[in-house]
Structure formats: C-alpha cells, structure tokens
C-alpha cells in the first residue's frame, strides 16, 4: 500500500487557536495522522525557498508535463468521476 505524506501550512493571517484546532479534528476526522507539528519563521522560509518549492511543484505538472504523462491512478480516476482515464485522454 502507499504511503503519501504532506505539509500542511496555515497562511499567516489564520493562524489562531481556533484555526490550528479545526486543522487539527479534521484532518483527524479524515483518519489522517500528524506526524509532527511546528511553525517556520518567515526567514526560514525565504531561506529555504519553501513556498517557491512548493508551488513550483505544482505548476510544472500542471504546466509541462501534458495529461497522458501525468501518474494518474486508474482505478481511483474512474471511482471517482465514473470516467475511463485513457477514454478521457483520447
């Protein structure tokens, strides 16, 4: 079976108890575990590239790589929208 992981991040203007809180029972409600809890300072983040990182990730999939290189699972494409992947491709 496999294991994916993430990093959940809470923009700065959100950050309360309140939000941390409804973060925290829903991704539990969703049978996620959390591994390990903290905050970055803004520094670190600059430092590190963290969000740039992050959202490059996301737009060079969504960006260079075109629909049929894309590691879509099968199985799981056509439980949800009911949908053939390699029909759709076509």
Do not use: C
């Not at 959100?14 to 409600?29: F, G, S, Y």
């Not at 969703?30 to 809890?37: G, L, R």
């Not at 060079?60 to 199985?75: F, M, R």
């Amino acid at each position: 079976m496999a294991q994916n992981s993430a990093f959940v991040f809470i923009k700065p203007h959100a950050v309360t108890d309140k939000v941390k809180e409804l973060v925290k029972e829903t991704l539990e409600k969703n049978d996620i575990k959390i591994k390990k809890e903290g905050s970055l300072a803004a520094e670190e983040i600059d430092k590190y590239k963290k969000i740039d990182k992050h959202y490059y990730a996301i737009a060079s999939k969504a960006t260079i790589l075109t629909p049929d290189k894309l590691a879509v699972p099968k199985d799981k494409f056509q439980e949800k929208f009911g949908l053939e992947w390699d029909e759709v491709l076509k």
